[in-house]
């Protein structure tokens, strides 16, 4: 069986009160909180593709397989430096077209591609 890394989620209970909700991200998937975002706060595309490349490169994929996803990241990255969003979102679509080719492969497993392409659906609505 082989182990992977998750993104995790997690929405702070709080009282009734005015007080505003906060989310934890647990990037890494080790359990412990890296980011908490208060609300109203958004995460930028640029620092969601970072999240991306990492859920990418802790994946057990061959190093020929991490190259193509990376190769994709990277023109969604130039796209985005470019402000060309029409082109950013076409090169989201054919990230997420390389994930669902690989997940019917068994390279990647419906979770692990589950989480990628939440993560892509992340980036196109901060774009």
């Known amino acids: 069986m082989r182990e992977t890394s998750r993104f995790n989620l997690e929405v702070w209970e709080v009282p009734v009160d005015d007080t505003p909700l906060k989310l934890a991200l647990d990037i890494d998937g080790d359990g412990t909180v890296d980011v908490t975002i208060e609300e109203g706060?958004?995460?930028?595309?640029?620092?969601?593709?970072?999240?991306?490349?990492?859920?990418?490169?802790n994946l057990d994929l061959k190093p020929k397989l991490i190259k193509k996803f990376d190769k994709k990241i990277i023109k969604v990255r130039k796209a985005l430096s470019k402000e060309e969003?029409?082109?950013?979102?076409k090169r989201l679509d054919a990230l997420v077209k390389l994930i669902k080719k690989h997940i019917k492969s068994g390279n990647i497993s419906m979770e692990e591609g589950r989480d990628i392409m939440q993560t892509v659906v992340l980036i196109k609505e901060a774009i």
């Open 41 to 57: 706060e958004k995460l930028s595309a640029s620092s969601l593709l970072d999240i991306l490349e990492y859920q990418v490169g």
């Open 85 to 89: 969003v029409k082109n950013a979102d």
